[in-house]
């Protein structure tokens, strides 16, 4: 799915997606519909459908986008070095699509020490 052309992406997906997924861009902190979800299951890529996140991996972080201490599966998302905006940080990405999805960083509170940062806008949310 990572060779589909933009045009295709641009009429899958919202403005709003397209900018997080496709751009890399951020939606505003405390504002996505599943920063404060709490319902039991499986959060996917909105843009290809990929399960990325369980609500078992999920927890308040505090900062307004969903968190998680770990993936569904590591083989679903790539990681690659992000130092835009003069910081140094870790992008999460869909293997499956290439779509942006968030940061990851190393203060997550829970055994794995880490936070996936995640855009609410980048996923989709099937309740178990």
Request: with cysteine.
């Amino acid at each position: 799915m990572q060779n589909l052309p933009e045009d295709y992406w641009k009429k899958k997906l919202s403005p709003e997606q397209y900018h997080v997924l496709r751009e890399k861009g951020t939606e505003a902190a405390f504002t996505g519909k599943y920063w404060n979800n709490h319902k039991k299951g499986m959060y996917q890529c909105a843009a290809c459908g990929e399960k990325l996140f369980s609500s078992d991996a999920k927890f308040d972080s505090g900062t307004g986008w969903p968190s998680f201490d770990r993936p569904k599966n590591l083989e679903h998302i790539e990681l690659k070095p992000d130092n835009s905006f003069g910081m140094q940080r870790t992008e999460v990405i869909c293997k499956n699509c290439g779509s942006h999805l968030g940061h990851l960083f190393d203060d997550g509170p829970t055994q794995t020490g880490k936070r996936y940062c995640i855009n609410s806008c980048a996923l989709d949310f099937k309740s178990k």
